[in-house]
T-cell receptor
């Protein structure tokens, strides 16, 4: 297992629910990321945080709301999701943002199912 | 338009053979290319990185090549084992931009 943890590992929610995904990295990294992985599609970058500041939002619907209270923690708040939002949500961290030689360390992911 | 393709969605090979996975890209000028392994229901795990000025990189049974003229990277696993069965992702890093991942190739090594 890597130094990035995610909870919960599995989540089933209705379209009217509000839930949050949590990510924690124990690596002392400065950049954290949320990715969405749907079946048979490439990883989609959703949000990027560098030193707790959101630096990128890749046209993600407002029903996904990220929060980065400090450089070790990252949340993804979910509300009024759609069934097509069902996917594996992955958190990752790297030493710095936009450093191509940096390795991205991924958490195990949260398998989200929206009913 | 920019595109990353990995040779096939799935690849089956016999144990002991060399597996060769391909990553092709168009309209990118990557400074680095990385390969990751992903097991079902898990996050990707970093394997190897190769820079634009490097032709080849090796790590144990793994070898990566990078041809910026062909816009292609090849990922080889020699003496493959059933434990090598997983999905393998290539990721491009362009200066000043975030990583972009390919769709992955699911490798099955048959005993």
């Amino acid at each position: 297992e890597t130094g990035v943890t995610q909870t919960p590992r599995h989540l089933v929610m209705g379209m009217t629910n509000k839930k949050s995904l949590k990510c924690e990295q124990h690596l002392g990294h400065n950049a954290m990321y949320w990715y969405k992985q749907s079946a048979k599609k490439p990883l989609e970058l959703m949000f990027v945080y560098s030193l707790e500041e959101r630096v990128e939002n890749n046209s993600v619907p407002s029903r996904f709301s990220p929060e980065c209270p400090n450089s070790s923690h990252l949340f993804l708040h979910l509300h009024t999701l759609q069934p097509e939002d069902s996917a594996l949500y992955l958190c990752a961290s790297s030493q710095e943002r936009l450093a191509g030689a940096d390795t991205q360390y991924f958490g195990p992911g949260t398998r989200l199912t929206v009913l | 338009s920019q595109k990353i393709e990995q040779n096939s969605e799935a690849l089956n090979i016999q144990e002991g053979k060399t597996a060769t996975l391909t990553c092709n890209y168009t309209n990118y000028s990557p400074a680095y290319l990385q390969w990751y392994r992903q097991d079902p229901g898990r996050g990707p795990v970093f394997l190897l990185l190769i820079r634009e000025n490097e032709k080849e990189k090796r790590k144990e049974r793994l070898k990566v090549t990078f041809d910026t003229t062909l816009k292609q990277s090849l990922f080889h696993i020699t003496a493959s084992q059933p434990a090598d069965s997983a999905t393998y992702l290539c990721a491009l890093a362009v200066y000043g931009q975030n990583f972009v991942f390919g769709p992955g190739t699911r490798l099955s090594v048959l005993p």
